[in-house]
């Protein structure tokens, strides 16, 4: 699958359609069409749209930071306090992680169409 218009994405109000877009460019829109789609919920739609590329830009540096945690500190994380990921005392870093990093490489999947 070819890959997508670079960001950044931003969105314009034209009341009650909102656009997304890229350097000029319209990527689309979102409009109210239905009685159950508010204007505000279009809105929200935009810009949960026009966040994307950075989203998974962000979501893909979360996923080799965390692959490097695990390929450094092996499954051990040694937290002497609330563990930052689990809130467990102790855990085992491989088991509060590997299924967030299977849900992530999912959703970085699904965005590159593989």
């Given at each position: 699958m070819?890959?997508h218009?670079k960001g950044p994405?931003?969105?314009?109000?034209?009341?009650?359609t909102v656009?997304i877009?890229?350097e000029?460019?319209?990527?689309?829109d979102?409009?109210?069409g239905d009685?159950?789609?508010?204007g505000?919920e279009a809105?929200?739609?935009?810009?949960l749209?026009?966040a994307a590329?950075d989203?998974?830009?962000a979501?893909?540096?979360?996923?080799?930071t965390?692959e490097?945690?695990?390929d450094?500190e092996?499954?051990?994380?040694?937290a002497?306090?609330?563990?930052p990921?689990?809130?467990?005392?102790?855990?085992e870093?491989?088991?509060c992680?590997?299924d967030?990093l299977s849900?992530a490489?999912?959703?970085?999947?699904?965005?590159r169409?593989?």
């Amino acid at each position: 699958m070819g890959e997508h218009t670079k960001g950044p994405w931003e969105t314009y109000d034209l009341d009650p359609t909102v656009i997304i877009n890229s350097e000029g460019s319209s990527l689309g829109d979102m409009t109210p069409g239905d009685p159950f789609i508010t204007g505000v919920e279009a809105f929200a739609n935009a810009r949960l749209a026009a966040a994307a590329p950075d989203l998974l830009e962000a979501l893909e540096e979360a996923v080799w930071t965390y692959e490097g945690i695990l390929d450094d500190e092996g499954d051990e994380c040694g937290a002497d306090e609330d563990h930052p990921l689990c809130g467990a005392k102790s855990c085992e870093l491989s088991g509060c992680i590997v299924d967030k990093l299977s849900r992530a490489r999912a959703a970085i999947a699904k965005a590159r169409g593989q």
